[in-house]
């Protein structure tokens, strides 16, 4: 280290390059204060691939002041990686904060949307301050990022903040290091800032001091209420208001899927909902995910918030609007994502008098543009872990940290729950999740995504990686509209290596991939998979015997199609000798048709799909025959299950030509048998559980035998089902083998990105 000699003080001086989530988040000031603790001069500069320190003082001093940095990071701040190199001294005079400047690469981490600090809500409420009841208030420890910003470095004039600019009072704040608002982007106030205004379905203006508490009358006179939030347009109303409740449901058509409610605090979810500590405080986190929480048997919500369903789906305020809005005496409020059936979240102010129109009666919206919607994110618990089901506000578009270096890919996801994945070094930079790209507003914001994302990121994908399904709109976008290598890759592959990525690990390992479709390298959909997965390579150990699905996707929405195909297989045209309730609730005509098309194969593609087989269930014991959103069947089966029952069916496989062919016909006859005997579906549903738990755990025993592996990989939609994936976790364990699941990635297909880009990768390496 350089010095000076001659009894002078020893100095050194360090430059150091941090990496990561350091911009916009108040990290300036707080090495700033740390430095001039220390007395150390030099100065701090945002670049774009981060933030660069040069620190001179006494070499104890230096040490201890970048040990701070390291170990006490602010909590927004997500610090990947940070290079120090000694460089001779300056004799500077002072630690400053110098201008921005500019390279090539932009590599700096933009942060998440995160809710409103205690601090801000702290003047939000104070009569005295200026920004007293201001909805959009905010500052570097909290409120808008990843959704206003276009383009880096992250700074106002490439955020959606740059139409307003800055008063004195605010402009000082800014300027000044000392502030909890230095450099804050979206830094406003009454006097300069956004706005709320209150409009009617036609767009007329509602002549009002104050919105807010013009809104809130609304909502308890029954109202609909468009609000324009952080990532997009929620639709509000009373949750203990049925009439409201059911009429939200009428206008967006006949969806059963589960609204989700926010309350003002813990102890207000309380009176209708239980949770444990782990659930409150991810209910807490600066993140403010939607939490999936058992309902309480008696609470006052309305019974249309979630039929059939004994959970709610559960979040705390996060934007200062929304603490305007229930920090009065709502028990809670319907906040059910602004959209029409499975289309992603509707964010533009014009687009929501458009297509929101027919369904709220006011919209309370604000001129802040958000660039890109991001939906509210998901989290159940499950065996104690608090699993992510949908990844979006709040994590989006902070990196997974990879065990090893990628080159850079574009993973274009599978169809349902899309999400799209960009790599770059040690980076995987999942997606907010997009929704179903079967219609077009989701494909568009399917396209928007990858070109926002390949923006701020500044990565220029050399490989594209995509489903093996010819006909997914992600395949015919990877290989028609996108340049560079493609791989296809395999679904089922993909949901057991985007496992092993998120634990950082390798191949090989036995993978069990359960879900409701993925295209086949056999052309069929596949869906019940035990795979031998070494990285890019697979090989199918054992699956689910092949059945028809008669009008092929047509199964999806309609799971009675499969109980009769199921039926059918299992007890041909004698099916008709059997009392069963499904017979005489279906139309016998229609029935005919069903198995006159398996009979001529006409329109009936094969799988091996478990979820079908929960869906086939489901509809045989009467309690879901057609779905009004995906996963319903086997969702409602679950909800059932009676947790006392202990017995189960039996089951078979057999050694197929190269993997073994599990037949659930046995499984099937044992639950008609109980049907005729009179057994309550409640009773069936769990021994159904119960049936695969032992069926799987068994298969896992026999396959670790013969390949020689105890670690166990499961992934798909099916492991959403929480008495199924803690029943097999256990059962598993106790058969020897290390099993792993996924928690920070979903199970479901919005994790298929990750691993087509892990698998293109090591294809790549290969
Ligand atoms: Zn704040
Ligand atoms: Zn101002
Ligand atoms: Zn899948």
Same mark, same amino acid.
């Given at each position: ?10 100095? =050194? ?17 707080? /090495? ?18 981060? /933030?660069?320190?040069?620190?001179? !003082? ?80 905010? =500052? ?7 959704? @206003?910003?276009?383009? *880096? ?13 800055? =008063? ?23 006097? +300069? ?21 013009? %809104? ?48 003002? #605090? ?24 939607? /939490? ?47 959209? &029409? ?23 309370? @919206? ?21 699993? @992510? ?8 578009? &902070? ?10 890919? $574009?993973?274009? !996801? ?24 079967? #219609? ?15 923006? *701020? ?15 997914? *709109?992600?395949?015919?976008?990877? $290989? ?24 950082? $690990?390798? !191949? ?95 329109? +009936? ?7 079908? $087989? ?20 086997? @969702? ?35 639950? /008609? ?41 499961? %992934? ?19 058969? !020897? ?30």
């Amino acid at each position: 280290m350089a010095g000076e000699k001659d009894g002078k003080e020893m100095t =050194c001086r360090i430059r150091a390059s941090v990496k990561g989530v350091v911009q916009g988040i108040g990290f300036r000031p707080f /090495v700033y204060n740390l430095a001039k603790e220390r007395n150390l001069v030099g100065h701090i500069l945002n670049t774009s691939s981060g /933030v660069n320190i040069e620190a001179e !003082g006494r070499p104890e001093e230096i040490s201890l002041f970048f040990q701070e940095i390291e170990n006490n990071p602010l909590p927004l701040t997500m610090i990947t990686q940070i290079e120090k190199t000694p460089v001779p001294p300056k004799q500077d005079r002072d630690f400053t904060i110098r201008k921005s400047i500019s390279f090539s690469r932009k590599s700096a981490l933009i942060p998440a949307d995160i809710s409103v600090c205690d601090k801000c809500l702290e003047e939000m409420t104070d009569s005295e301050n200026r920004r007293y009841r201001y909805p959009f208030i905010n =500052c570097t420890h909290c409120g808008p990022r990843y959704t @206003i910003i276009h383009d *880096l470095p992250y700074d106002r004039p490439l955020t959606s903040m740059k139409v307003f600019r800055m =008063c004195d009072d605010c402009l000082r704040e800014y300027h000044d290091p000392g502030n909890r608002r230095f450099h804050a982007q979206p830094n406003a106030c009454p006097a +300069c800032g956004p706005r709320l205004e209150l409009r009617d379905r036609g767009g007329k203006l509602l002549e009002t001091d104050d919105p807010v508490a013009k %809104s809130i009358e609304l909502l308890k006179k029954g109202h609909i209420l468009a609000v324009k939030g952080l990532g997009g347009v929620h639709l509000a109303v009373d949750a203990e208001n049925d009439r409201a409740v059911l009429a939200v449901r009428k206008r967006k058509g006949r969806d059963e899927k589960p609204f989700a409610v926010m309350s003002l #605090n813990p102890s207000r979810i309380q009176k209708y909902a239980k949770m444990n500590q782990e659930e409150e405080s991810l209910l807490l986190s600066a993140q403010r995910p939607i /939490v999936i929480l058992e309902k309480k048997v008696l609470n006052s919500l309305s019974s249309h918030i979630a039929p059939k369903n004994r959970s709610f789906g559960v979040m705390l305020p996060y934007t200062p609007l929304h603490y305007l809005f229930l920090q009065n005496d709502f028990l809670a409020l319907v906040m059910t994502s602004g959209n &029409l059936s499975e289309e992603p979240i509707i964010f533009r102010n014009d687009n929501a008098f458009e297509r929101l129109g027919p369904v709220a009666d006011y919209f309370l @919206i604000h001129n802040r543009d958000i660039y890109c919607g991001c939906d509210d994110s998901i989290f159940r618990t499950i065996g104690s872990h608090p699993r @992510i089901i949908r990844r979006a506000r709040g994590f989006v578009p &902070l990196p997974l940290i990879l065990s090893r270096r990628f080159p850079s890919i $574009l993973a274009c !996801g599978a169809e349902l729950k899309n999400t799209v994945c960009l790599t770059f070094e040690k980076n995987a930079f999942l997606s907010q999740h997009i929704g179903d790209l079967k #219609n077009l507003e989701s494909y568009r914001a399917f396209s928007f995504t990858i070109d926002h994302l390949k923006k *701020l990121l500044d990565i220029e994908p050399e490989i594209v990686a995509h489903d093996l399904h010819p006909d997914y *709109l992600s395949t015919r976008y990877a $290989l028609d509209e996108a340049k560079g290598e493609k791989a296809g890759i395999q679904h089922h592959h993909a949901h057991i290596v985007s496992c092993l990525t998120e634990h950082g $690990l390798d !191949g090989p390992v036995i993978g069990f991939a359960f879900d409701g479709a993925g295209y086949g390298t056999d052309g069929k959909t596949w869906g019940g998979e035990a795979l031998l997965v070494n990285n890019h390579e697979f090989t199918r150990l054992a699956h689910l015997s092949y059945l028809p699905m008669p009008g092929g996707d047509a199964v999806i929405k309609e799971p009675w199609r499969m109980a009769i195909s199921y039926l059918f297989q299992t007890f041909g045209e004698k099916l008709w000798d059997l009392k069963l309730p499904l017979l005489q609730t279906v139309e016998k005509k229609k029935i005919e048709t069903i198995i006159q098309m398996i009979e001529k194969g006409v329109n +009936c593609p094969e799988t091996s799909s478990l979820g079908r $087989l929960f869906d086939a269930l489901s509809a045989l014991l009467g309690v879901c025959l057609r779905v009004s959103y995906e996963g319903q069947a086997a @969702i409602e089966l679950e909800m059932i299950a009676d947790g006392e029952e202990k017995g189960s069916y039996s089951f078979e496989w057999k050694k197929g030509k190269d993997s073994y062919v599990i037949s659930p016909l046995p499984v099937i006859s044992g639950v /008609v048998d109980d049907i005729l005997k009179g057994s309550s579906p409640p009773v069936i549903s769990q021994k159904f559980h119960l049936t695969l738990i032992r069926l799987f755990s068994e298969l896992g025993g026999q396959l670790k035998k013969e390949v020689g592996l105890d670690r166990i990989v499961l %992934s798909g939609g099916v492991f959403q089902n929480a008495t199924f994936l803690t029943g097999l976790e256990e059962a598993l364990d106790q058969q !020897g083998f290390s099993v792993f699941s996924q928690s920070k990635v979903p199970t479901n297909d919005g994790g298929i990105s990750l691993g087509q880009a892990a698998i293109a990768a090591s294809m790549a390496n290969s």
